[in-house]
């Protein structure tokens, strides 16, 4: 039994000219008509030269809904015809003969006989470039900040101080008990000498060395002869500091005024 023929889309072209696009190669004249179908193949004529072809439908393609000037069918390849058929057409790449004297162009590439290897290739799309680029400015800005921070850090506080305890070790070695007398003995005399507190009560005295960088803090308390507690550097920061009866005197350093 045979299959039943399923029409083609020309066949709502029957009596009706139409015309292939892209046009068959090697016919002069685009105009067609429908006349038959198979199972695989349709049968047009050409409306001028009255030639007949058989197109196979899997070369067939849409239909326009534009009649004006003339329906279009399209091919879904471009076929050329030869031989009294329709083949897909193959464009030749003609090799250029070498010139007299020219150097040898290079050399064809090597067939392989297998799939060429797979290289992943890893897309960015515009948005996550500009997330990236914003997040390395961010951390490149965050690292200068750091090392600004920390040579700052370095060059006023840690030098300075590293200088100062290998130029005045002798300040380091001032105890509770020397008095104004015993730091001229050690020091020579100051440069300033400032009190604060009232007469009779807790007061303190401030002896000022420049060239040293440094500023011996004498303490007097109920009438007692001042005696040392501790020294600061320029910028009034404790640097050295003794034990009293109530614990170390660093923390009464650093919240003594300047005076």
């Known amino acids: 039994m045979s299959s039943p023929v399923i029409p083609p889309p020309l066949e709502a072209l029957r009596n009706q000219p139409f015309s292939f696009y892209p046009p068959i190669l090697n016919i002069e004249h685009n105009q067609w008509q429908y006349r038959k179908a198979t199972w695989t193949d349709a049968l047009v004529v050409n409306a001028r030269t009255g030639q007949e072809i058989w197109i196979p439908r899997r070369f067939l393609g ?17 076929l050329e015809y030869k031989e009294g058929a329709v083949w ?11 010139a007299v004297g020219a150097p040898a162009g290079p050399p064809s590439p090597v067939q392989r006989a297998g799939p060429a290897p797979v290289v992943g290739i890893r897309l960015e ?5 500009h997330v990236l680029r914003m997040v390395g400015g961010a ?22 101080r590293i200088a100062y305890m290998a130029k005045d070790r ?6 509770a008990q020397d008095d104004y007398h015993a730091v001229v003995h050690k020091l020579g005399a100051p440069g300033r000498d400032h009190w604060l507190g009232p007469a009779g009560g807790t007061s303190y005295r401030a002896l000022w060395y420049p060239d ?15 005696t040392y507690i501790g020294a600061l550097d320029a910028n009034w920061n404790p640097i050295h500091s003794v034990r009293l009866a109530k614990g170390d005197a660093g923390a009464l350093l650093r919240s003594l005024p300047r005076f």
């Open 212 to 226: 040293r960088g440094c500023i011996i803090i004498l303490m007097a308390a109920d009438g007692a002869d001042a």
């Open 170 to 175: 002798i300040v380091l070695s001032l105890t």
């Open 88 to 98: 897909p057409h193959r464009r030749r790449v003609i090799e250029m003969p070498i």
């Open 125 to 129: 799309s515009s948005a996550e470039s």
């Open 62 to 78: 849409e239909i326009s809904r534009i009649e004006d000037p003339v329906v279009i069918v399209g091919l879904l390849k471009e």
């Open 139 to 160: 951390l490149v800005l965050g690292i200068v900040a750091a090392f600004v921070v920390v040579n700052f850090y370095r060059d006023s506080v840690v030098r300075p």
